[in-house]
């Protein structure tokens, strides 16, 4: 079973920064390793739909929202198996439950229970 644990989610006001971190479990049970899957954010806001925020693959090449592009930096180490989400200038926007999840061989794994960000004026 693959899991995803995310955390790092705060209150924070506008113009700030939080850094998110996940840690994903479990890959090896399916066949995969850290290494060699995608790791993706994702962020769900009440009563709306979900949002892929970033992507990274296993060379580090990164994939933003348009609605992050520039303010948001998505990171990995394998070796802790971890993703890590820096964002930054944070806007009322933003504010929604993050999840993470690893996607191996185009098969995306379920997210975890998410970690909460908040953003006020």
């Known amino acids: 079973q693959v899991q995803a644990m995310e955390s790092g989610g705060g209150s924070e006001q506008a113009g700030g920064s939080l850094r998110l971190s996940c840690e994903v479990s479990?890959?090896?049970?399916?066949?995969?390793?850290?290494?060699?899957?995608?790791l993706l954010w994702y962020r769900q806001a009440p009563g709306k739909g979900s949002e892929a925020v970033a992507l990274?693959?296993?060379?580090?090449?990164?994939t933003y929202g348009n609605s992050v592009q520039g303010r948001f930096s998505i990171s990995r180490h394998n070796a802790e198996k971890k993703v890590f989400l820096q964002m930054d200038s944070l806007q009322l926007e933003d504010t929604a439950m993050y999840h993470c999840?690893?996607?191996?061989?185009?098969?995306?794994?379920?997210w975890g229970q998410g970690t909460q960000v908040t953003v006020s004026s």
């Open positions: 999840t690893a996607r191996c061989r185009g098969r995306e794994f379920p």
């Open positions: 990274i693959t296993p060379s580090g090449t990164t």
């Open positions: 479990g890959l090896e049970n399916v066949g995969c390793t850290f290494d060699r899957v995608d």
